[in-house]
């Protein structure tokens, strides 16, 4: 159920059950305490003449109220209705939460929207009841929070890592939101840890991480997880300048197991790594080169850790890992509607909790996918591996990983001396990694859903399939169907599902708004099997298939086929019309 369409009622009955489910998607502030606390706060339910629902804590501050200091609120996962919504409010929550308005201010914010910053801050404090300013010292706040007590970074750091211009604003803006000053929020972590440590035996991080499952219910739920979380997430942070470990909170279940597979079969040489507990790679954030990694702890909290330039990129970087790994999804509530189809329900059965993977940076995103169109997924990290090697920024001081992926400048420049494959492909990557770095094609997090799909499918090599993939992982979209995708027709035929693309279109509308999720189910449920395949046709060796062979990078028609496709895929390839000039490579 999503949060922006429950009524008073039902919300109420909610913060009654002390629900984690809808931990983060909306506050309960209280008129008789002049706090608000996350829907399962352990604490007395109030009467319901006595609360006010706000869909955002920055309302509640506004409103006057102050942050429960025993369930901190700020500490719940992230909405997912902010990538539920298209609208320019779901739009401007993204672009906050990656940093734009601490870079560009309210004006930039507005630009990138379309508005004046007038009518932006209007219209966002009658959707959201609080304006940019005011959502953007919210996130300030949580992320000091996040640091003051998972961390032993000085007051000072903590100040500017959050993104504030003063230490004295940092203060004041703490005091005014949590009701105590930074020096006791830290204090709260000691406490807490000592509590925790003691329910477990003198084992540190006993609790579930607050908020990092979202599955603990009951009058003592909130607590334990707090505990937890103090316990769970504390590091030194100080041992390694820029060096910083953190517990991303997020609702259970996680299908961390899938998430780290797909990660290992597209890993780029140079700049990511995974292992099957693990994900770590470069990136280029606005303050410099960071390296970060993901993993999961014993306790199944997910923790980041992070060695940054400039502590400031942390907000940006924590915002695009909770991305990279979907962690402000709501499982239960995707689960629950895909599982009301029969075709679904074994697959929802076999992997709850399925997340659809999103994108570091979007630029990446999309050369990435279009170096994968019609190759398999290991042809396609091996060309974007050598391509990085080439043309990838060299940085030191993280190890193995020592390079960047390269510019859009540099790939528009050199990138035909570097790529393999038809001229008119490389054409098109070049020109769209060229349209990229002078700003004639813009891809952001926050981009209009139909206004990208346009501007990508205007662009030379990028078709339907190209422009909707991308804008399931930049966009983190959860309601895109790919009908053309040669891994989930086969998914889609082997679950029962009509495996044609007008028939699996048709029968995908009915998962919506969920067909994102739907989508990574079937390409799980590719069953393995044994093709011919070799160098040229009629040539080839019996291999086995499996799901990550068949790549999702794949339109199902164009001149060039996949090098390696179930038998029933390559003849209704050969059965399709032929493609447009723009989905020919």
């Given amino acids: 159920m999503s949060a922006a369409s429950m009524t008073f009622d039902e919300r109420y009955r909610a913060i ?16 008789s305490t002049g706090i608000y606390c996350r829907p399962s706060c352990p604490a007395r339910t109030p009467k319901p003449g006595n609360v006010t629902f706000y869909p955002t804590s920055a309302a509640a501050h506004e409103a006057g109220y102050r942050a429960c200091k025993r369930c901190l609120p700020e500490a719940a996962p992230g909405s997912p209705e902010w990538n539920l919504r298209g609208d320019v409010a779901g739009r401007a929550m993204r672009l906050i939460a990656d940093g734009v308005v601490e870079r560009e201010g309210v004006p930039g914010l507005a630009a990138r929207l379309g508005y004046s910053p007038r009518h932006l801050t209007r219209l966002l404090t009658s959707e959201l009841g609080a304006g940019p300013l005011a959502l953007a010292r919210a996130q300030r706040a949580h992320t000091a929070r996040m640091l003051l007590v998972a961390t032993d970074l000085p007051a000072s750091d903590v100040a500017f890592s959050a993104g504030f211009a003063s230490v004295r604003q940092f203060n004041d803006t703490v005091r005014e939101v949590f009701g105590m000053s930074p020096i006791e929020l830290r204090a709260r972590r000691a406490r807490a840890g ?27 739920a909130g607590s334990a997880d707090a505990a937890g979380e103090a316990a769970g997430g504390a590091s030194t942070g100080a041992t390694t300048p820029g060096a910083i470990e953190l517990v991303l909170p997020h609702r259970g279940p996680l299908d961390a197991d899938g998430l780290f597979a797909w990660m290992a079969a597209r890993a780029v040489t140079g700049v990511e790594s995974v292992t099957a507990h693990s994900f770590a ?148 990557i070049t020109g769209a990694a060229a349209a990229l770095a002078d700003g004639s094609l813009v891809l952001t997090t926050g981009d209009d859903r139909v206004a990208q799909r346009a501007a990508l499918l205007a662009m030379p090599g990028i078709g339907p399939w190209t422009a909707d993939y991308v804008r399931m992982r930049v966009l983190g979209d959860p309601d895109i169907t790919l009908p053309g995708d040669v891994a989930v027709r086969a998914g889609a035929a082997a679950s029962g599902i009509p495996g044609d693309p007008r028939g699996f279109e048709a029968w995908a509308a009915r998962t919506a708004p969920w067909r994102s999720y739907a989508t990574a189910h079937l390409w799980r ?11 040229s046709r009629g040539a080839g060796v019996a291999a086995p298939v499996t799901p990550d062979d068949i790549s999702p990078i794949d339109p199902t028609v164009g001149d060039a086929r996949p090098t390696c496709q179930p038998p029933h895929a390559a003849r209704t390839a050969r059965r399709a019309p032929r493609p447009t000039p723009q989905e020919t490579p």
């Avoid at 629900?19 to 983060?24: C, L, T």
């Avoid at 702890?297 to 940006?316: C, K």
């Avoid at 449920?525 to 160098?535: D, E, K, L």
């Fill in 194 to 220: 000592g509590a925790a440590a003691r329910a477990a035996g003198g084992g540190l991080g006993a609790g579930a991480g607050f908020g990092s499952t979202g599955t603990g219910t009951g009058t003592g």
């Fill in 16 to 31: 009654d059950a002390r629900d984690a489910r809808f931990d983060g998607q909306f506050v309960t502030a209280v008129r």
């Fill in 525 to 535: 449920a590719v069953p393995p099997r044994s093709v011919a395949i070799g160098r």
């Fill in 281 to 428: 790679r470069t990136i280029r954030l606005p303050g410099g080169p960071a390296w970060f990694s993901l993993r999961l702890d014993d306790a199944g909290r997910v923790r980041l850790s992070a060695r940054l330039t400039h502590l400031s990129d942390l907000p940006v970087l924590v915002a695009r890992a909770r991305r990279l790994f979907d962690l402000d999804a709501d499982p239960l509530a995707v689960d629950a509607a895909l599982s009301a189809h029969p075709e679904l329900a074994p697959l929802v059965a076999r992997v709850p909790g399925i997340r659809v993977p999103g994108a570091a940076d979007p630029h990446e995103m999309l050369i990435r996918a279009m170096i994968g169109q019609q190759i398999t997924v290991t042809a396609a990290t091996t060309a974007l591996s050598a391509l990085t090697d080439a043309l990838g920024e060299r940085v030191d001081g993280f190890g193995a990983h020592d390079r960047l992926f390269p510019t859009m400048a540099a790939i528009a420049e050199h990138g035909a001396e570097v790529l393999r494959g038809p001229a008119a492909r490389i054409r098109a």
